[in-house]
């Protein structure tokens, strides 16, 4: 076609990029004919176009890794065509790899490496010199001194390529071959693997095994060797140009050397363990699951997973893709959909996309296929609800969270029947326990009536109390209460109909003062406090907003009442008994008085593990709170510590300016406004308070959990009674938790924590939780 | 002026969310948008002359990327059975709870 001559430079690169990126989409025309058409169009833009036309295809070497035997075609038929082309890109892609490497982009570099070798499929590459380049990420694991994550990068990310390139290498290069998987299988069956106890979804290998993600991608590569190298998941594009590229000079790939590790800013992806829910007895219509070693099952997770991370600000068009990736005729796809979906999901310590994200293309995938996709999500709801008696506590939690809103989504409609097994059991049992947190969540989601009339009548006993509130000095209530509470009560309605005529801070304090404190002869006036916060939260109880404005209003009057760390504590136990039966208003309530610091962080956590929320300690609730609370912590020193670093910067561009430019006068007026030592001083106290204030925090937790735990442990011994009961699993679990999900932070405090809580004389079943958390973070 | 407009709402944390049922409270909207991040506050729409709920209302954020989840995520899914719609506004002021009556 002849280019209009209007089109500038700035033109011409838009259309050359659309023209790459879009290469192996839909379209009329096969895709061969399309390769070769593009390859004709770059051929002849690549005298004026040359480093524009590279950029772009390295980048999608590794942005657009779904697609890359396409581009390792493309970047074959344009070798054919300009051999200096093709060494210019090696050059720049190799370049580009060591980059990602550099600045931690691990997840790129790997496709990088992928692509690299499909280039020898394409004939860009030599075989010779791709076995030099997998030689030198196997050689890695012979590093001595750096961490074993280290290494897991660079075997696993050399073992992912050789689907691409396993084949070719082998046939001509077989003895290498030879030498490398020998390599491999030394590293591999000598890894350290206490991660995989604290990564994993179940407990339990019944009925899939939970295999470490190096190990598995090394049994199916071995699989994948042993059968010859055949799978007919991957593209290749290249084998229809085979007498064209058979002509191709090959370029022979400079030598690699790995970037070194450098402690403290080397940050390598987490181990991972691999998430099975289904096999081929829950799919029979249709094609067979792939196995566990299958290859192909790895390439259809890893084609999904790409999609995912590409369309995921965009829930319609990811659910699309998802259901359109090639091939599908040949597997199960709905079933590989939604255990590659829950797999990221429940991924530990956090998923790759947020939990909104799984829910909303969960429900885009039942509407695009209304008449298969529920059906399979209801068969994996199921099974995860069979398996809930091993699955890790953190995953439950995402379960009750994301099954509630399905539920929400599709008016409450689910079989309740078939799990009417649940009661029969121990409440405390994990299937009950889940029944109750999800209706928790229905009822917030919805209303308690609705929730009501959707359950079958057997499951009444699970069913959330009426979310109303419980006024301890409700005039009508306990005709037969005691003198003291009558007089009680009297006091309180005195205080409501002072805050009823606007009463100021100060009128109520001066009423107030006058309370005796409790008889028990405590120092602090609970009481008081008790009277004021009840009939407050009594009178403020018709919405958020109300409570909001309530605690707003009488901000002065709270602060004075619940002075000190006792006030804190029992300002949270008043709060939680007058809305015991609404735990959303629990939670949003600590929230609001984190904020408006009538309590603080620590006090939220001495609560918690107080005796008067032994009751409520195992619930959703109590946890949500918790985790809430400490990231309330660590984002307020997060932003202390920000603010520091750009006065510092700031103070440091001051200082230069004054320097040079002695008499800029407008220098001289910026200066006078650049933070001086002072500022700096009061700000670096301000970051130094918040810190230690984390550190507390987390001190304080893992020392009532260490409290509890060996309290339960010594007590279950001495009645010689079994210790794993449901509360000691679920608190074990609660332990592990606030490591997994805390991790960036808690690594901080590990040498305190080993010195002063983890010792060694600590019983062992405690301990092994902090171990196991120091070989992830190692 | 619209240059100034288009500016505030690429730096919002509020939304405008709308197609809400006149029964839905503002303990579910709490719980349905906090999914997406800390809310800082939630405005119900009322009816101008009843002072009742009348279908829509603004949420705020603390973080602009937990409203812009929103608007990716939650959007277009259900609350009481209504397809919630979101749409991005430039901060909430007095008076703009009022509906039509």
């Given amino acids: 076609k002849r280019r209009k001559t209007s089109e500038s430079n700035e033109e011409i690169e838009k259309r050359l990029e659309s023209l790459i990126c879009r290469v192996g989409e839909k379209s009329s025309s096969s895709l061969e004919s399309n390769l070769e058409g593009l390859a004709a169009v770059l051929e002849a833009d690549l005298p004026n176009f040359k480093p524009q036309i590279l950029h772009i295809l390295v980048l999608c070497s590794y942005q657009l890794p779904e697609k890359c035997s396409i581009y390792s075609t493309l970047l074959g038929l344009l070798n054919v065509r300009n051999y200096n082309c093709g060494a210019e890109f090696i050059e720049m892609v190799y370049c580009e790899m060591k980059r990602l490497i550099v600045i931690n982009q691990f997840n790129m570099a790997r496709y990088i490496l992928q692509f690299i070798g499909d280039l020898v499929n394409s004939s860009v590459v030599t075989p010779s010199s791709m076995m030099g380049l997998l030689g030198a990420f196997a050689d890695v694991t012979k590093q001595e001194g750096v961490p074993q994550s280290r290494k897991d990068w660079f075997v696993y990310v050399l073992m992912a390529a050789l689907p691409w390139c396993g084949s070719i290498l082998s046939e001509k290069k077989g003895n290498e071959m030879e030498t490398l998987f020998s390599k491999l299988h030394k590293y591999v069956s000598n890894r350290n693997k206490d991660h995989h106890k604290f990564l994993r979804v179940w407990s339990s290998d019944d009925p899939h095994p939970q295999e470490d993600y190096v190990e598995c991608l090394y049994a199916q590569i071995c699989k994948l060797r042993e059968d010859g190298w055949i799978e007919d998941i991957i593209l290749r594009p290249y084998r229809a140009f085979q007498p064209v590229l058979a002509d191709a000079l090959q370029h022979n790939l400079p030598q690699f050397i790995p970037p070194p590790h450098i402690a403290g800013s080397t940050v390598y992806p987490l181990p991972k363990v691999i998430f099975r829910m289904f096999d081929y007895t829950d799919c029979p219509e249709g094609p067979l699951i792939p196995g566990n070693h299958a290859i192909e099952r790895w390439l259809i997770e890893e084609h999904l997973s790409c999609l995912t991370r590409s369309y995921k600000y965009d829930k319609k068009e990811c659910a699309n893709r998802l259901l359109a990736i090639p091939g599908r005729d040949k597997m199960p796809l709905n079933h590989m959909i939604i255990e590659t979906l829950l797999g990221d999901m429940f991924r530990l310590p956090s998923s790759p996309n947020p939990q909104v994200f799984y829910m909303a293309v969960f429900i885009e995938l039942c509407k695009i ?290 320097d040079c430019d002695e008499n800029d006068d407008m220098m001289k007026g910026f200066n006078l406004f650049a933070p001086n030592e002072d500022d700096l001083r009061m700000m670096q106290e301000k970051v130094d308070a918040a810190s230690s204030d984390q550190k507390k925090l987390f001190l304080i937790i893992f020392q009532r959990f260490i409290m509890i735990l060996s309290d339960h442990l010594v007590r279950s011994k001495s009645l010689g009674c079994d210790y794993k009961t449901p509360w000691f699993k679920n608190t074990i679990q609660r332990l592990g938790e606030i490591f997994l999900l805390h991790k960036d932070t808690v690594v901080k405090f590990m040498m305190t924590l080993e010195n002063l809580l983890f010792t060694s004389d600590l019983d062992p079943h405690i301990l092994t939780i902090f171990q196991q958390f120091s070989s992830i973070s190692r | 002026d619209r240059v100034h407009q288009e500016k505030l709402l690429q730096l919002s944390t509020t939304l405008y969310v709308g197609n809400l049922s006149y029964f839905t409270t503002e303990e579910q909207i709490y719980e349905l948008f906090s999914k997406c991040g800390d809310l800082k506050r939630v405005v119900m729409g009322l009816d101008k002359f009843k002072k009742t709920p009348c279908g829509f209302c603004f949420v705020e954020y603390y973080d602009r990327v937990s409203a812009e989840d929103c608007v990716r995520f939650i959007n277009g899914t259900r609350l009481d059975d209504r397809v919630v719609r979101t749409d991005w506004d430039a901060g909430f002021k007095e008076g703009r709870q009022y509906g039509r009556g």
């Fill in chain 1, 369 to 658: 296929q209304p008449s298969m996709m529920p059906q399979v999500l209801a068969l994996a709801s199921d099974m995860l609800y069979e398996r809930l008696d091993t699955m890790q506590i953190t995953c439950i939690d995402r379960f009750v969270n994301w099954f509630a809103q399905h539920l929400s989504n599709f008016q409450f409609r689910w079989s309740w029947d078939e799990w009417s097994d649940c009661l029969t059991m121990d409440p405390a049992m994990p299937k009950p326990k889940f029944i109750r947190e999800v209706l928790e969540k229905c009822v917030r989601l919805a209303y308690h009536q609705r929730v009501c009339e959707i359950m079958p009548s057997e499951f009444q006993a699970l069913l959330p109390s009426n979310p109303k509130i419980e006024f301890k000095y409700a005039i009508e209530a306990g005709s037969g209460s005691s003198e003291e509470l009558n007089a009680d009560k009297t006091t309180a309605q005195k205080i409501i109909s002072a805050i009823k005529n606007k009463g100021k801070d100060d009128e109520l304090i001066v009423m107030l003062d006058v309370i005796k404190p409790h008889s028990d002869g405590s120092e602090f006036n609970v009481k008081r406090l008790e009277i004021f916060l009840q009939s407050l939260l009594f009178l403020a109880q018709k919405s958020f907003s109300h409570s909001f404005s309530a605690l707003a209003k009488f901000h002065k009057v709270i602060k004075w009442a619940a002075d000190g760390e006792e006030g804190k504590i029992e300002s949270l136990r008043i709060l939680q008994d007058v809305w015991r039966n609404h735990p959303q208003k629990i939670g949003v309530l600590v929230d609001k008085m984190l904020r408006m610091q009538i309590v603080d962080c620590s006090s939220v956590a001495k609560w918690i593990f107080s005796p008067e929320m032994a009751s409520d300690f195992t619930r959703l609730y109590t946890w949500e709170i918790m985790h809430a609370t400490i990231r309330k912590m660590n984002k307020h020193l997060a932003k202390l510590e920000g603010e520091m670093a750009e006065m510092r910067e700031r103070a440091a561009v001051a200082e230069k300016k004054d």
